[in-house]
């Protein structure tokens, strides 16, 4: 199991900035991907931004030069830069963990772990 815990959503103006963190806490050596994902009521869950284990890094492509997504391994935490928001960047934003893990009997199972989420609003 790993659990999740979100910070930094919030109210902000049209052009302005937010940083989101995420610590993960629990089974955590399992961790192969960290990211966030954002929705909107009526709409599906759909990826902003995640980050491997090595670094390596996808963007949303509403959200490309943008946001960016830093992670820090020895602590399990993902933080997400959100710069030049817009009001369509209005969501509530979930930080995500891909978990893979090997068990007993050499089986190959994956996992996906959701935070609470968070309220992003971007108004004037």
């Known amino acids: 199991q790993v659990r999740l815990v979100e910070s930094g959503g919030g109210l902000v103006q049209p052009g302005g900035s937010l940083r989101l963190s995420c610590t993960a806490s629990?089974?955590?050596?399992?961790?192969?991907?960290m990211g966030w994902y954002r929705q909107v009521p009526g709409n599906e869950r759909e990826l902003v931004a995640a980050i491997t284990r090595s670094g390596n890094t996808h963007f949303g492509d509403d959200v490309k030069g943008r946001f960016t997504i830093s992670r820090d391994n020895a602590k399990n935490t993902v933080a997400l830069q959100m710069n030049s928001l817009k009001p369509e960047d209005t969501a509530v934003y979930y930080c995500?963990?891909?978990?893979?893990?090997?068990?007993?009997?050499?089986?190959?199972?994956?996992?996906?772990?959701w935070g609470q989420g968070t309220l992003v609003t971007v108004s004037s």
């Open positions: 995500n963990a891909y978990v893979v893990v090997v068990t007993s009997a050499d089986e190959v199972k994956d996992f996906d772990y």
């Open positions: 629990g089974s955590v050596s399992g961790i192969v991907r």
